[in-house]
């Protein structure tokens, strides 16, 4: 089967790209191991969409299809240092409606997948799993592990942390393991969230609240791996007040909603995220400390900058030429290292027993929310991705 593109994993980075190209001429391919589903209840993957990645998803005609009433916009957040130190931003303040939307990972997933089943230039090729990879001079062949063939100009690895694109066309990742993971649960709280966002940088990790629709709360609390294991050991009932006791009661009584879960956390670089014929979009291209929550983000982003190039292209023009390749690489050469930078020194700075450090960065955060400037750049690069 020919095209001329090939997508290697349907998540949320390269489903997107395969929608923001529906108006183009490109054929598509996108090959997934399995297709999204909604589950009961809450979904235990909960991310902070920017309002960047709103606005991408509304590009593609996919945020007003999303169940409202599920999302929570973050009109307020606060951060609380190790020894009283404290960092505010308000939407208010800063001239936004919100600063972030609260939202299921599959709530989004699946709306994409929904946008993608309608679209006449891409082609569904899932159940499936790729098992061989050849780059040639003139075009890419993938072969899949029930024997098809799909030959195209160029191939995305969009296939998530561990991806095979990556590690068959040779591209090196360091990755640093945190010797942390995150822990992610949903609450039903007592009192109303009022849409603001907490995190403390604790001793034992850095933990974040989110707020979500109605009284309830989603919490990833990056921590070292044997508090993760004694926290996921905990009977539902002491790990809520674990979990109350941590957050300083901001939320009053919690209850456990669903499953908790814990994420591996490492930093991973590439050296590079195009060769020939060969682009990396999203966890593929580059993983960071979640303290940040902007991980889907920055897959969004690659994924609306890799279809800009190629949507750009005239029909004569060669997609997998390494020049063209290279025009998204140049675009997407500074945000995810300054993220990846900014979110490994933070979490390293404050987990460090240190009390000269502890005072330092305690000041530098009161600092920092005495001096509006750099507060508004912040909040500016939450919102745009970029100061
Ligand atoms: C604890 C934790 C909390 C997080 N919180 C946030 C947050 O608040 N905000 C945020 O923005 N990000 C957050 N992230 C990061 C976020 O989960 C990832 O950045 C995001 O899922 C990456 O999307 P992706 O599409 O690149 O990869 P993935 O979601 O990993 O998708 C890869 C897809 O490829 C498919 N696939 C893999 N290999 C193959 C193959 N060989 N063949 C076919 N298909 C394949 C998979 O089935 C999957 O569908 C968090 C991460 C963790 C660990």
């Given at each position: 089967?020919?095209?001329?593109?090939?997508?290697?994993?349907?998540?949320?980075?390269?489903?997107?790209?395969?929608?923001?190209?529906?108006?183009?001429?490109?054929?598509?391919?996108?090959?997934?191991?399995?297709?999204?589903?909604?589950?009961?209840?809450?979904?235990?993957?909960?991310?902070?969409?920017?309002?960047?990645?709103?606005?991408?998803?509304?590009?593609?005609?996919?945020?007003?299809?999303?169940?409202?009433?599920?999302?929570?916009?973050?009109?307020?957040?606060?951060?609380?240092?190790?020894?009283?130190?404290?960092?505010?931003?308000?939407?208010?303040?800063?001239?936004?409606?919100?600063?972030?939307?609260?939202?299921?990972?599959?709530?989004?997933?699946?709306?994409?997948?929904?946008?993608?089943?309608?679209?006449?230039?891409?082609?569904?090729?899932?159940?499936?799993?790729?098992?061989?990879?050849?780059?040639?001079?003139?075009?890419?062949?993938?072969?899949?592990?029930?024997?098809?063939?799909?030959?195209?100009?160029?191939?995305?690895?969009?296939?998530?942390?561990?991806?095979?694109?990556?590690?068959?066309?040779?591209?090196?990742?360091?990755?640093?393991?945190?010797?942390?993971?995150?822990?992610?649960?949903?609450?039903?709280?007592?009192?109303?969230?009022?849409?603001?966002?907490?995190?403390?940088?604790?001793?034992?990790?850095?933990?974040?609240?989110?707020?979500?629709?109605?009284?309830?709360?989603?919490?990833?609390?990056?921590?070292?791996?044997?508090?993760?294991?004694?926290?996921?050991?905990?009977?539902?009932?002491?790990?809520?007040?674990?979990?109350?006791?941590?957050?300083?009661?901001?939320?009053?009584?919690?209850?456990?909603?669903?499953?908790?879960?814990?994420?591996?956390?490492?930093?991973?670089?590439?050296?590079?995220?195009?060769?020939?014929?060969?682009?990396?979009?999203?966890?593929?291209?580059?993983?960071i400390?979640?303290l940040s929550g902007h991980?889907?983000?920055?897959?969004?982003?690659?994924?609306?900058?890799?279809?800009?190039?190629?949507?750009?292209?005239?029909?004569?023009?060669?997609?997998?030429?390494?020049?063209?390749?290279?025009?998204?690489?140049?675009?997407?050469?500074?945000?995810?290292?300054?993220l990846?930078?900014t979110t490994?020194?933070?979490?390293?700075?404050?987990?460090?027993?240190?009390?000269?450090?502890?005072?330092?960065?305690?000041?530098?955060?009161?600092?920092?929310?005495?001096?509006?400037?750099?507060?508004?750049?912040?909040?500016?690069?939450?919102?745009?991705?970029?100061?």
């Open positions: 089967m020919k095209f001329d593109l090939i997508i290697v994993g349907g998540g949320l980075a390269g489903a997107a790209l395969a929608v923001a190209l529906r108006r183009s001429a490109l054929r598509i391919a996108l090959v997934e191991h399995a297709a999204p589903r909604r589950p009961n209840g809450w979904d235990a993957r909960i991310y902070a969409y920017s309002p960047a990645s709103a606005r991408f998803l509304d590009d593609l005609g996919v945020w007003s299809h999303l169940e409202h009433e599920r999302l929570c916009p973050v009109t307020e957040m606060r951060i609380h240092g190790d020894a009283g130190g404290e960092l505010m931003f308000s939407a208010y303040d800063s001239g936004l409606s919100e600063l972030a939307w609260i939202g299921e990972s599959s709530l989004v997933h699946v709306e994409i997948w929904e946008s993608l089943k309608r679209q006449h230039n891409v082609t569904l090729i899932c159940p499936a799993t790729p098992a061989a990879l050849e780059i040639g001079s003139d075009s890419a062949m993938l072969r899949l592990g029930d024997g098809r063939t799909l030959e195209a100009a160029v191939v995305v690895g969009a296939d998530g942390r561990d991806s095979w694109v990556r590690e068959r066309t040779g591209i090196s990742a360091t990755v640093t393991s945190y010797g942390e993971r995150g822990v992610v649960a949903n609450f039903a709280c007592e009192r109303p969230n009022r849409g603001i966002a907490s995190q403390w940088f604790r001793d034992d990790g850095v933990l974040a609240w989110l707020p979500l629709p109605g009284n309830a709360m989603s919490m990833v609390w990056s921590t070292p791996d044997v508090l993760a294991e004694e926290l996921l050991a905990l009977e539902p009932e002491a790990f809520c007040a674990r979990v109350e006791e941590a957050g300083d009661r901001a939320l009053g009584k919690l209850e456990l909603v669903g499953e908790r879960a814990a994420f591996p956390l490492r930093l991973m670089r590439v050296d590079e995220i195009v060769r020939p014929r060969v682009a990396l979009i999203g966890d593929a291209a580059h993983a400390h979640p991980g889907i983000n920055l897959g969004f982003q690659d994924a609306r900058a890799l279809a800009e190039v190629l949507a750009a292209l005239p029909s004569w023009r060669d997609a997998g030429d390494l020049t063209v390749l290279r025009r998204y690489a140049r675009m997407r050469a500074e945000e995810p290292f300054l990846q930078y490994h020194v933070l979490s390293r700075l404050f987990g460090r027993r240190d009390p000269v450090l502890s005072t330092l960065r305690n000041l530098g955060m009161n600092l920092t929310g005495r001096l509006p400037v750099v507060k508004d750049a912040l909040v500016r690069y939450a919102a745009n991705g970029r100061f």
